[in-house]
T-cell receptor
Framework: EAQVTQNPRYLITVTGKKLTVTCSQN?????MSWYRQDPGLGLRQIYY???????DKGDVPEGYKVSRKEKRNFPLILESPSPNQTSLYFC????????????FGPGTRLTVL | KQEVTQIPAALSVPEGENLVLNCSFT??????LQWFRQDPGKGLTSLLL?????REQTSGRLNASLDKSSGRSTLYIAASQPGDSATYLC???????????FGKGTRLHILP
């Protein structure tokens, strides 16, 4: 089944404890991106990647890192999480670029205490 | 900078009615516009993608239109059902950028 998977789905952590949220897609898509969704603010793009080893900042990249060592994986790294990073995070992928149909993962609900 | 607006933020209609959701954008230089559905606490499901060269796109009871010059798109839902209750979001990738901008969504509630 063609899909985007994220792990973990739920995570409660404490301020400053490094964490990684994994994202994987099995559709051989080149474009992958991370979003956060907050009440009243909607979905905002954090980082995106056009292909392996190519990443770029979205609208809200502060406090996040990403890497794209393989085509299928695009992990989101929070080196020192803070409470304002408590949010619902989504990974998405598309065939070539941002103008193709976007496929979303199920989401990761992160709480930083 | 591209801004995407969805009005109203919330809408309640009786079952069986036809309804229209609106999406407007400030920069008409877009590749396409995509409509999504999101159920509470869940991911986004793609409904329709309408290319900038298209006027309409249909899937079952859903019809999306695009007027690029006026910066507007509508999602028409025919014969609404309680299962249509969800949040509907529109998103535009911007031609001069590699990013995607989302509207904040319209929360739709179909009353049985």
């Amino acid at each position: 089944e063609a899909q985007v998977t994220q792990n973990p789905r739920y995570l409660i952590t404490v301020t400053g404890k490094k964490l990684t949220v994994t994202c994987s897609q099995n559709m051989n898509h080149e474009y992958m991106s991370w979003y956060r969704q907050d009440p009243g603010l909607g979905l905002r793009q954090i980082y995106y990647s056009m292909n392996v080893e190519v990443t770029d900042k979205g609208d809200v990249p502060e406090g996040y890192k990403v890497s794209r060592k393989e085509k299928r994986n695009f992990p989101l790294i929070l080196e020192s999480p803070s409470p304002n990073q408590t949010s619902l995070y989504f990974c998405a992928s598309s065939l070539i670029a941002e103008y193709n149909e976007q496929f979303f993962g199920p989401g990761t609900r992160l709480t930083v205490l | 900078k591209q801004e995407v607006t969805q009005i109203p933020a919330a809408l309640s209609v009786p079952e069986g009615e036809n309804l229209v959701l609106n999406c407007s954008f400030t920069d008409s230089a877009i590749y396409n516009l995509q409509w999504f559905r999101q159920d509470p606490g869940k991911g986004l499901t793609s409904l329709l993608l309408i290319q900038s060269s298209q006027r309409e796109q249909t899937s079952g009871r859903l019809n999306a239109s695009l007027d690029k010059s006026s910066g507007r798109s509508t999602l028409y839902i025919a014969a609404s059902q309680p299962g249509d209750s969800a949040t509907y979001l529109c998103a535009v990738p911007v031609e001069r950028d590699d990013k995607i901008i989302f509207g904040k969504g319209t929360r739709l509630h179909i009353l049985p």
